[in-house]
């Protein structure tokens, strides 16, 4: 990760990140499936990354099942795995607890089955109400939560105990579109006790350490969707991370990024891990990456167009050979709206031909 002049993600990557880091951190939901489908061929390109000698490590922010469901789960999708290379939000949790007030403290958990197995596995006490006196309420998201349980957690926290969230994600991917997340019932206790919530999972570094700790990774890549979570965590563990688009961030959101939300390296889903990735430099008086360049006009905005074709060294833009994974020019509009002094914000985009604006449209940045 770069700490000045241009964007990381203006490096690429000369080899595939499966030849360069030793774990593959995963997020899950909205990188390896979407509600219960596994995204389209990323189980085969995590079977290609395991054969080149990359370990995978499965990373959720949902507490709601335990590791053995998480990992029966995406063996049944394609995606072979075992227990112990699930890392999950509530085991981050526990450890934190654990850490705090000692084993064998009582705790109650809010959430799935996964938040209290992580409790006990840590080494402590389950509790189910207010009344067997918790020093610490772990949340975590879970699809039963409801009225009952958030009300005793209310009370718990009332009256001295720890709120701990297992993450503060508002929403939930979904083939819907988003859907409430652990974030939001969380957000229930939070203003109910006027007490803030102490955070363990992504972006918190706990999170990482977790992951780091169960995996033994000693050059990791993170490979998430969530800006704000999977990304944000990278940069607080000072780890790499690869941004993908079949979640939840879309192309607008990712040009708006603030410094600790931007990705080292963008693809439009995990099998990124396989490829090389292109950079971008500096030219034509803004940002080239293949065949594309992206550049501000008098008013500030951004314009993308295609590279003269009379180039020596230009690339065409269209065609599977040329722009292999079709984010070229993105890459390229994120590093020129990351350099701008003006920062990122309030960026605006058009197209500079044909081949731009149809590129626009696909990534939904044409100008209303």
């Given at each position: 990760m770069s700490t000045g002049?241009?964007?990381?993600?203006?490096?690429?990557?000369t080899r595939p990140p499966a030849e360069l880091f030793d774990v593959a951190l995963l997020d899950l939901d909205g990188v390896v499936y979407v509600g219960p489908d596994a995204v389209p061929g990323v189980p085969e390109g995590l079977a290609a990354a395991r054969a080149a000698g990359m370990r995978l490590?499965?990373?959720?922010?949902?507490?709601?099942?335990?590791?053995?469901?998480?990992?029966?789960?995406?063996?049944?999708?394609?995606?072979p795995a075992v227990p112990d290379e699930?890392?999950?939000?509530?085991?981050?949790?526990?450890?934190?607890?654990?850490?705090?007030?000692?084993?064998?403290?009582r705790v109650l958990p809010v959430g799935g089955p996964g938040v209290a197995a992580a409790l006990r596995a840590a080494g402590?006490?389950?509790?189910?109400?207010?009344?067997?006196?918790?020093?610490?309420?772990?949340?975590?998201?879970?699809?039963?939560?409801?009225?009952?349980?958030?009300?005793?957690?209310?009370?718990a926290v009332r009256r001295?105990?720890?709120?701990?969230?297992?993450?503060?994600?508002?929403?939930?991917?979904?083939?819907r579109g988003p859907l409430p997340g652990n974030g939001a019932m969380v957000g229930v206790v939070r203003d109910v006790t006027g007490v803030e919530p102490l955070v363990t999972g992504k972006p918190d570094p706990a999170m990482h350490a977790e992951c780091v700790r169960r995996t033994g990774a000693q050059r990791p890549l993170v490979v998430g969707d969530r800006l704000d979570t999977d990304i944000e965590g990278s940069h607080r563990a000072g780890a790499a991370s690869l941004l993908v688009l079949s979640g939840v961030t879309v192309p607008a959101t990712l040009l708006a990024a603030r410094p600790d939300?931007?990705?080292?390296?963008?693809?439009?889903?995990?099998?990124?891990?396989?490829?090389?990735?292109?950079?971008?430099?500096?030219?034509?008086?803004?940002w080239r990456c293949g065949g594309w360049v992206a550049a501000a006009d008098g008013d500030?905005?951004?314009?993308?167009?295609?590279?003269?074709?009379?180039?020596?060294?230009?690339?065409?833009?269209?065609?599977?050979?040329?722009?292999?994974?079709?984010?070229?020019?993105?890459?390229?509009?994120?590093?020129?709206?990351?350099?701008?002094?003006?920062?990122a914000d309030g960026v605006r985009v058009r197209a500079g031909d044909e081949r731009a604006r149809a590129a626009l449209a696909g990534w939904d940045l044409e100008p209303r």
């Open positions: 002049g241009p964007p990381a993600l203006a490096a690429g990557s490590g499965f990373v959720t922010n949902n507490a709601a099942r335990p590791p053995e469901e998480v990992a029966a789960h995406l063996s049944e999708l394609g995606v699930v890392i999950t939000s509530s085991q981050a949790a526990a450890t934190v607890v654990a850490e705090t007030f000692g084993a064998g403290a402590l006490t389950v509790v189910e109400r207010a009344e067997d006196e918790p020093v610490a309420v772990v949340q975590g998201y879970g699809r039963e939560v409801g009225w009952l349980q958030v009300a005793e957690a209310v009370v001295g105990a720890r709120h701990v969230a297992t993450n503060a994600d508002a929403t939930i991917p979904s083939p939300h931007r990705p080292d390296l963008l693809a439009p889903d995990a099998r990124g891990v396989l490829v090389a990735h292109p950079p971008v430099t500096a030219a034509d008086g803004g500030g905005t951004l314009v993308l167009r295609t590279a003269d074709s009379a180039e020596p060294d230009a690339v065409e833009p269209d065609g599977d050979d040329r722009d292999g994974d079709g984010l070229d020019g993105l890459r390229a509009l994120c590093v020129a709206a990351w350099s701008r002094e003006s920062g």
